[in-house]
C-alpha cells in the first residue's frame, strides 16, 4: 500500500502542475483581455468627459453659433446657466432648472421636456463616469497582475492588439458621421435613450438653441481626436515597448 501511494505522488504532482498552468494561461488570457477592453473605455470615456465638462468649449461654441443672440441673453447670464447645466450633469446639482433673464424678463431657463431629457442625460454621464472608474481599476489590476507573473510582452501585445482595434472602430464611426451625421446622431439618441425626450423645439426649447446639431458634430470630432491621438500614442509606444523586450529577450539569450 505504502509503496503504491509512494509511486502515484509523481503522477498527482504532474496532473497538479498540469492543472496550475492552465490556471495561470487562463488567467494571463483574461487579464489581457480585461486590460486590452479597459484601457479603451477608460480612453474613450475620458475623452468624452473632458469634452463634455469643458465650460471654454461651451464658450467657444457660443461665440460660433451665435447662441447669445439667439436666447437674447448676455454672455455672463448664459454662461452662468451653462454652468449650472454641467453641476447638474455630474451631480454636483440636484436640480437642473435655474432663473436666468432671458430677453430682459427673469423666467425659468428649462421647460419640462428639457428637464425631462436632461434628467435622461445625467443618467447616462453617471454611466460613462463608473465606467471610467471601474476600467481604471481593472486596467491597473490587470497590468499588475501580468507584470507580477513574468508576463510584460504578454501585456503589450493585447494593448497593440486593442488599440489597433479600436481605431479602425472609430475609423468606421467616422465616415458613418461624414457621410451623413443627421442620421448618425438620431441613431445615437435611438440607442441610448428610449424616448423621443430628446426631439426639442427650437421656438418653444432654449436647449436646442444653445445646444444646436452643429454643436454636436463638433464635440463628436473633438472627442474623436483626443481619443485616436491618445489610443495611437498608446499602440505606438506598445508597438515600440514590444521590439525592446523581444531585443533584450534575444541578447538575454546570446550572452547565455
Known amino acids: 500500500m505504502t509503496c503504491y501511494i509512494i509511486c502515484a505522488l509523481p503522477a498527482a504532482a504532474g496532473r497538479f502542475n498540469i492543472g496550475r498552468v492552465a490556471t495561470m494561461r487562463i488567467l494571463k488570457w483574461a487579464a489581457g483581455i480585461a486590460g486590452a477592453v479597459c484601457l479603451v473605455l477608460l480612453l474613450l470615456s475620458g475623452a468624452i468627459i473632458i469634452l463634455t465638462f469643458s465650460l471654454s468649449f461651451y464658450e467657444?461654441?457660443?461665440?460660433?453659433?451665435?447662441?447669445?443672440?439667439?436666447?437674447d441673453m448676455e454672455k455672463p447670464e448664459l454662461m452662468r446657466v451653462?454652468?449650472?447645466?454641467?453641476?447638474?450633469?455630474?451631480?454636483?446639482?440636484a436640480e437642473l432648472n435655474i432663473t436666468a433673464t432671458v430677453g430682459g424678463e427673469r423666467r425659468l431657463f428649462f421647460g419640462e421636456t428639457e428637464i425631462l431629457h436632461m434628467k435622461d442625460v445625467k443618467d447616462l454621464f453617471t454611466v460613462c463616469f463608473a465606467v471610467r472608474n471601474i476600467s481604471a481599476v481593472l486596467l491597473a489590476a490587470s497590468?499588475?497582475?501580468?507584470?507580477?507573473?513574468?508576463?510584460a510582452l504578454f501585456l503589450l501585445k493585447c494593448l497593440r492588439a486593442s488599440g489597433i482595434a479600436a481605431l479602425a472602430?472609430?475609423?468606421?464611426?467616422?465616415?458613418?458621421?461624414?457621410?451623413n451625421f443627421e442620421r448618425a446622431f438620431e441613431l445615437f439618441h435611438e440607442i441610448f435613450f428610449d424616448n423621443d425626450l430628446w426631439i426639442?423645439?427650437?421656438?418653444?426649447?432654449?436647449?436646442?438653441?444653445?445646444l444646436p446639431e452643429s454643436f454636436f458634430a463638433d464635440i463628436?470630432?473633438?472627442i474623436g481626436a483626443i481619443f485616436v491621438s491618445s489610443t495611437a500614442a498608446v499602440?505606438?509606444?506598445a508597438c515600440l515597448l514590444i521590439r525592446i523586450v523581444k531585443r533584450n529577450a534575444v541578447d538575454n539569450?546570446?550572452?547565455g
Open 60 to 71: 467657444r461654441q457660443n461665440e460660433k453659433n451665435g447662441a447669445y443672440a439667439l436666447v
Open 82 to 93: 451653462t454652468r449650472h447645466m454641467l453641476d447638474y450633469m455630474r451631480g454636483k446639482q
Open 143 to 151: 497590468v499588475i497582475f501580468l507584470l507580477v507573473t513574468g508576463s
Open 169 to 179: 472602430l472609430i475609423a468606421l464611426l467616422a465616415i458613418a458621421a461624414a457621410v
Open 200 to 210: 426639442l423645439n427650437p421656438k418653444t426649447d432654449l436647449l436646442i438653441r444653445i
Open 220 to 222: 463628436a470630432a473633438l
Open 235 to 237: 499602440t505606438v509606444a
Open 253 to 255: 539569450i546570446n550572452c
